[in-house]
């Protein structure tokens, strides 16, 4: 059984500042990719940023410079800073890890439940 809980949602005015965690539990063997995708209302879910085990970093165009994306592997956790918000990052930013379960060969893709992120302008 694996757990993402994801935290730091809510209602923030344009220009301001959000830092959403997440927390992966479980019978976790390792943990490659993590990363964070948002969903806004009758869009597809879209890639925000990732990051490896080993540190490297990927985000969406429009999120460079304004989105910082960051993990504690000792923790199992990944967080991402969000500043400079603008009214269309409105969506549920969804917590994702590519894992392995221990027992359990191949590895595969997890989610959270989601965290609303409201931008009022």
């Known amino acids: 059984q694996v757990q993402l809980v994801e935290s730091g949602g809510g209602l923030v005015q344009a220009g301001g500042s959000l830092k959403l965690s997440c927390v992966v539990s479980?019978?976790?063997?390792?943990?490659?990719?993590m990363g964070w995708y948002r969903q806004a209302p009758g869009k597809q879910r879209e890639l925000v940023a990732t990051?490896?085990?080993?540190?490297?970093?990927n985000y969406a165009d429009s999120m460079k410079g304004r989105f910082t994306i960051s993990r504690d592997n000792a923790k199992n956790t990944v967080d991402l800073q969000m500043n400079n918000l603008k009214p269309e990052d409105t969506a549920v930013y969804y917590c994702?890890?590519?894992?392995?379960?221990?027992?359990?060969?191949?590895?595969?893709?997890?989610w959270g439940q989601g965290t609303q992120v409201t931008v009022s302008s």
């Open positions: 994702n890890a590519a894992l392995r379960l221990w027992g359990v060969p191949g590895t595969r893709d997890y």
């Open positions: 479980g019978s976790i063997f390792s943990i490659n990719a």
């Open positions: 990051i490896t085990s080993g540190g490297s970093t």
